[in-house]
């Protein structure tokens, strides 16, 4: 069975469609879902409080602390780990327990966003393959507990770039699928910041990590660039 683990931050706005979405459209194989807040002061919590079959988890801020704290308190044999503005694709769970009964022991789904921009389109295209550099943490991502286990979980260094860090280390271990199905996530990042500007900033962050920056150094510019 799966638990879907969802890190939240001042999600009021987004969380409740989210749950409510997960509960229309799984397919029978969650066994829990767990909303690990890292300090909301909206009223994230109270609306996950008011969600019967919701475990709500908090822990300190910071996207790698909260979804190893969700990791600590799921009890299925699939982690998947899941933005609160992304909305995977109908049956998603019975996808993801294909793969596994396949021996998949990690991956994806296959991504789009919900603007019809075209180079956001050609973004989204590009990550049919299964190749680390078109993997972002807003495509979600399926993991063996005893395979996340082994990594050793998110590494909690990184405030930002956690997703691609430990996907990374998944890729070298050759355990990683892209299920071919499409996840629809909000370009409300790009609309804040600006495409272009967005894009070029994400770059050089990639760039920052291939030619060995530390995770503080990676977090500065991210504080610096991008709101």
């Not at 990791?71 to 909305?87: M, Q, R």
Request: overall charge positive; proline content about 2%; hydrophobic content about 40%.
């Amino acid at each position: 069975m799966i638990s879907i683990i969802i890190p939240v931050l001042n999600e009021e706005s987004r969380i409740l469609k989210l749950l409510h979405y997960l509960e229309e459209y799984c397919s029978g194989f969650v066994s829990e879902i767990i909303v690990v807040d890292g300090g909301s002061k909206d009223r994230t919590v109270e609306f996950v409080k008011n969600q019967a079959d919701v475990l709500l988890v908090t822990s300190k801020k910071g996207r790698a602390k909260q979804m190893n704290a969700g990791a600590k308190a799921a009890n299925g044999e699939v982690l998947y780990f899941l933005h609160a503005d992304s909305f995977p694709p109908s049956g998603f769970d019975r996808e993801i327990m294909e793969q596994f009964r396949n021996n998949n022991k990690a991956g994806c789904f296959r991504m789009k966003f919900d603007k019809n921009h075209w180079w956001l389109m050609l973004m989204g295209w590009f990550t049919k393959f299964n190749h680390k550099t078109f993997r972002g943490g807003d495509q979600s991502l399926f993991v063996e507990r005893d395979l996340f286990r082994e990594i050793g979980g998110f590494d909690e260094n990184f405030i930002v770039y956690e997703d691609n860090d430990f996907i990374e280390k998944l890729y070298r271990k050759k355990e990683f699928v892209v299920i071919q199905k499409w996840l629809t996530t909000s370009a409300r990042r790009y609309e804040q910041n600006g495409l272009w500007q967005l894009q070029y900033h994400f770059a050089r962050l990639h760039l920052k990590k291939i030619l060995g920056a530390s995770p503080e150094s990676i977090h500065h510019y991210y504080k610096r660039k991008i709101s």
